[in-house]
């Protein structure tokens, strides 16, 4: 979610950059359907995004804009996309068929005769045995190696110096055309993450070094389209890959993606003809777009990713449980939800939404108590303010919180960014007596003061990568999480048993004993208020008429190959 691929700068925005809007939708038209322009429409997709990616090198660029662009670019061994009936399901990407040992712990991947890179040269497993072994390489700086840690035998010794070098890992090459993987112990969700692991190309990633994906001239790929132009902070634009395996399904010749940060900015794309797709929160252009008659189709989506708060917890203040969690409990979610989202998000109480699963049930629903943990540590703690002054005591700070210096930093410069910070600023004014500063920064130098530890309270959030709670909650172990204790400055006993927890439910293949497990980790991170989670997104989606086979899926992207403009 990483700096990855999960992380979101407008929740329902940066789903748009990525072809991917998780959650369940109900669709309606707006007067009826629309040819829009008949056979002579080009098939050329357009639509706008808010946040520029950080690079497309798919192994240290994987925030969610760069890998809503990278999955249209590169073509990992399976596709985890929606069906045409909404419904999320692993399709079958540069490997043509996959099976799996008795035990669950060997998976073999056979890969097309037909799959080559843009340049002509064929996708081989070795190209997939050098991506897995540059991720688990400590010294490359992979984002989204953590995804492996524990699944691929060695790659947690081999990432984190324990022994192992990158050599060792669970991935070989049987042939040119077979790679296997070994397990450490069966994952019922193993070949959905495969679709987070795009391919490199060893030669190409040798000669180009630290600029590879830096530029349209420094990558090879392997996917549905190539990169034509891209225009920092503007615009890129793909065209379709002819050398691409199934081509020939691909009705797209061309995508168009724009950088719009306004809100307003983008509806009026929609409205004058310049974008195909947009959405928005705000009641009256949603009431504009309706006007319109038979020209677009609304969908409502509720969202998975949870979007939240950390706490640098190293600093001087936040290292004290209590101070973290009176700032997150002066934080009224429904004030919030109804002041800054118009109502289109949903409060969170809790890190794991409602919608996610553990098994083949909802996560709340094998969960004995209330998973909503601050709600109840309202009721316990009535007054924040109470509870921040009896933690400065603690740490031996003035008790006065007007004397407190707290940094807050941004995800981004845009109008949403700005009236959030100044939301919060007016909220913990009012409910602790502090006055933060805010630093308006754009999401990639967030993130990296956030990889440096270099930070107080910052704005992050989280896509899940498959439909589990460890995809949530593992982000957070101080040992292997992508907000491990040097990012997140959380250490000591509470971190630890954090850790074992998390561990632990690795380690079971009961679903019942893993809610358990992960709820006691839950009501640790949001209990002793290491992050505050605040809500997750109900998104108003609308696509013109002419725009077809975009169908959305909980957890899953749009399939690529099945959108054309009639």
């Not at 400590?138 to 691929?152: M, Q």
């Not at 724009?258 to 509806?267: C, D, G, L, T």
């Not at 049930?361 to 309202?378: A, G, R, T, V």
Request: some cysteine.
């Amino acid at each position: 979610m990483g700096k990855t691929k999960k992380i979101i700068s407008l929740v329902m925005s940066v789903l748009l950059c990525m072809g991917l809007l998780a959650g369940c939708g109900k669709e309606s038209t707006t007067g009826g359907e629309n040819t829009g322009g008949g056979e002579g429409r080009e098939q050329i997709y357009r639509f706008s995004t808010l946040d520029e990616p950080t690079g497309l090198n798919p192994i240290t660029n994987t925030t969610e804009p760069d890998y809503g662009v990278q999955r249209m670019i590169l073509e990992s061994l399976v596709y985890y996309v929606s069906d045409e009936n909404g419904v999320a399901t692993i399709k079958p990407g540069v490997a043509e068929d996959w099976s799996m040992n008795d035990d669950g712990t060997v998976y073999t991947f056979k890969i097309r005769d037909n799959a080559v890179w843009n340049d002509g040269e064929a996708v081989k497993a070795d190209d997939f045995v050098y991506t897995f072994r540059q991720m688990a390489t400590p010294a490359v700086g992979s984002t989204n190696a953590w995804l492996f840690d524990g699944i691929i035998l060695n790659f947690t010794e081999a990432h984190y110096e324990e022994g192992k070098n990158p050599e060792d890992i669970g991935v070989k090459a049987v042939d040119e055309k077979t790679v296997e993987f070994t397990l450490t112990k069966p994952c019922s969700y193993f070949v959905q993450l495969l679709d987070r692991a795009k391919p490199i190309r060893q030669d190409k990633y040798e000669e180009w070094g630290e600029e590879y994906g830096s530029s349209v001239d420094k990558m090879v790929t392997n996917g549905i389209f190539n990169v034509e132009t891209w225009e920092p902070n503007v615009k890129m634009v793909f065209v379709k890959n002819d050398k691409y395996w199934d081509a020939e399904s691909v009705k797209l010749e061309k995508i168009n993606r724009y950088i719009v940060e306004e809100p307003s900015a983008a509806v009026q794309a929609l409205l004058s003809g310049d974008t195909d797709f947009v959405g928005t929160t705000d009641p009256d252009w949603q009431g504009k777009i309706e006007t319109e008659g038979d020209k677009y189709t609304k969908f409502e989506l509720v969202d998975n990713a949870p979007e939240f708060y950390g706490f640098n917890c190293s600093n001087k203040y936040f290292k004290n449980p209590k101070i973290r969690l009176a700032f997150s409990l002066a934080i009224d979610r429904d004030k919030y939800n109804e002041d800054l989202n118009h109502g289109a998000s949903s409060p969170l109480y809790s890190l794991v939404p409602e919608v996610i699963n553990c098994g083949e049930n909802l996560y709340k629903d094998m969960i004995d108590e209330d998973i909503n943990i601050l709600k109840d540590l309202e009721k316990e703690y009535p007054d924040p303010k109470e509870l921040l002054i009896e933690g400065l005591k603690e740490e031996g700070l003035d008790p006065d919180p007007s004397k407190m210096e707290v940094r807050y930093a941004t995800r981004g410069t845009s109008e949403y960014s700005k009236k959030s910070a100044e939301w919060l600023l007016q909220e913990w004014q009012e409910k602790l007596g502090v006055t933060i500063t805010i630093d308006m920064m754009e999401w990639n130098i967030m993130w990296d003061k956030v990889d440096e530890g270099d930070y107080d309270i910052c704005t992050a959030g989280w896509s899940p990568d498959y439909n589990d709670p460890s995809t949530l909650l593992s982000i957070y172990d101080p040992v292997n999480g992508y907000f491990n204790s040097k990012k997140s400055g959380w250490t000591g006993p509470d971190a630890d048993k954090y850790h074992e927890l998390i561990e632990k439910a690795s380690l079971s293949t009961d679903d019942k004993e893993r809610a358990e497990l992960f709820y006691e980790a839950e009501k640790i991170l949001v209990g002793t208020g290491v992050i505050s989670p605040v809500y997750c997104a109900v998104g108003t989606y609308y696509k013109a008429n002419y725009l077809k086979g975009y169908v959305l899926s909980p957890n899953a992207g749009v399939d690529y190959t099945k959108i054309f403009m009639e």
